[in-house]
């Protein structure tokens, strides 16, 4: 079979911009509003998407002042968008720290039941450190720790998602018998971290599991997506890095015995596109210009755990003294190192970082024609850099329209994304195969 590219839509705020919120293109609706995320899912099946993807933190960010976010519990979002959409999955983020297995097996369980199988879990351990203090404690779990307790958790809601065979259900009205008791049995999970009895107390879902979904990058977070995840989203900030990493992700899937082609490799792409380069630079400069730097500086401070950057001027040169060493970090260290990477090799000043992050955050950003799009998602996928997209559009939904308008049909004439729906499932979707479960 030909292979195909999987495109998921990152849904957040009104755009990947971090100035999108105010842009004149951008949704005229509030961001508590179920309709935006609704319409903006619809736009993207219509589309042909693979999926849409929420993203979650669990406490308020300090530039709230000035910024504008997605404020709606994402998994209470995928139940609305289970029944406002027909095909596209739903992904959204959960917490392995800050959650209890039990409630997250059902939750997304739930959801794979309501949109007939297109359930997908992007497993964070939060890197947040205002996060630790909403749930209890006054200093964040550590990187390691995180990781250990998310492996113990993964592997308690597996367990849960197989506790009923797929027949265990006869809902035979006739002769009185709803289900199989020997067909549903516990768990009896005893760990470091998590004791858990089950069954789960709901019968399996379409999919088997819900997709697993990480995106952590890390050599920890690295190993822990090469154990479990089926897609992996990872922010790159050049082809030559994405190659790197989608060789030593590949080989490390491997290594766990896994089929490589179960492992779908999907960075971050924030496209400006416009009829001329001329003119998409235009817009970029016109949504830079509705930056705050200070915006920015608050949002960096937050990557690197709360590190103190208000002494640094906006005009001078960066070196990578001006930040912490992302090996101490104890929250979102991969990223940490993409932008110690970028200041290393290209020394902007605080000012040029900033804008460069305000465009997606350190995800690839590139401002140009459709053809120069569909050229560049070409050789990444061609050239062992993706197995397919995470698309960041930087304003929404305009600038996801004209993504589904005007690249769309480039991919699809040169064979590269579907023309329809082969489907129902994100599992059929993204060609995984349905876990077969613990019963024969
Ligand atoms: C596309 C993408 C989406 C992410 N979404 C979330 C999220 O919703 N919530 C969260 O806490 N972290 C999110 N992260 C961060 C990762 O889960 C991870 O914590 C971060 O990349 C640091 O990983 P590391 O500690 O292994 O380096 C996201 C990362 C990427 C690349």
Not at 128 to 146: E, I, K, M, T
Not at 318 to 338: G, I
């Amino acid at each position: 079979m030909t292979r195909r590219m999987h495109l998921n839509l990152f849904i957040q705020s009104r755009g990947h911009h971090e100035a999108s919120w105010r842009h004149p293109a951008a949704s005229p609706l509030p961001l508590t509003d179920i309709r935006y995320y609704q319409d903006v899912a619809q736009r993207a099946e219509a589309g042909l998407f693979d999926s849409i993807f929420l993203a979650d933190q669990l406490a308020l960010d300090g530039d709230v002042e000035r910024a504008g976010r997605s404020w709606l519990e994402p998994i209470t979002v995928l139940a609305a968008l289970a029944t406002g959409t027909r095909k596209v999955g739903l992904i959204a983020t959960a917490s392995t720290t800050y959650s209890e297995p039990f409630n997250l097996a059902r939750q997304f369980a739930s959801i794979d039941h309501m949109s007939g199988g297109r359930a997908g879990w992007n497993i964070v351990t939060s890197w947040l450190a205002a996060a630790a203090r909403n749930y209890g404690g006054d200093r964040q779990v550590s990187h390691a720790d995180r990781y250990a307790r998310g492996e113990e958790f993964v592997a308690v809601v597996k367990a849960l998602w197989d506790s009923w065979a797929d027949d265990a259900v006869l809902d035979d009205r006739e002769h009185g018998r709803y289900a199989r008791a020997d067909r549903i049995r516990p768990i009896n999970h005893e760990g470091e971290h998590y004791k858990v009895a089950g069954p789960l107390n709901m019968p399996r879902s379409p999919q088997g599991r819900p997709v697993f979904v990480q995106a952590g990058s890390s050599d920890t977070g690295r190993r822990f997506a090469a154990r479990h995840a089926e897609a992996v989203f990872t922010a790159q900030m050049e082809k030559a890095t994405a190659q790197a990493f989608y060789t030593d992700l590949k080989a490390l899937a491997a290594a766990e015995g896994r089929d490589v082609g179960q492992v779908l490799i999907l960075p971050g792409l924030s496209p400006l596109i416009a009829g001329t380069e001329a003119e998409a630079q235009r817009q970029a400069r016109e949504l830079n210009d509705l930056t705050d730097p200070e915006v920015g500086r608050k949002r960096l401070s937050g990557r690197f755990g709360g590190h103190d950057f208000s002494h640094l001027p906006l005009d001078k040169p960066l070196s990578p003294e001006d930040f912490p060493d992302p090996r101490t970090v104890e929250a979102a260290r991969s990223r940490t190192e993409v932008i110690v990477g970028l200041v290393k090799r290209e020394k902007p000043t605080l000012r040029q970082l900033l804008a460069y992050l305000a465009g997606a955050r350190g995800h690839y950003t590139t401002a140009g024609t459709p053809e120069q799009i569909a050229d560049l998602m070409e050789s990444w996928f061609e050239d062992g850099a993706a197995d397919g997209f995470n698309v960041m559009p930087p304003v929404l939904p305009a600038m996801l329209d004209v993504f589904v308008a005007e690249v769309i049909p480039l991919l699809q004439k040169r064979g590269l994304f579907r023309t329809e729906y082969e489907g129902e499932t994100l599992r059929d979707h993204y060609g995984l195969d349905r876990p077969a479960g613990a019963w024969n």
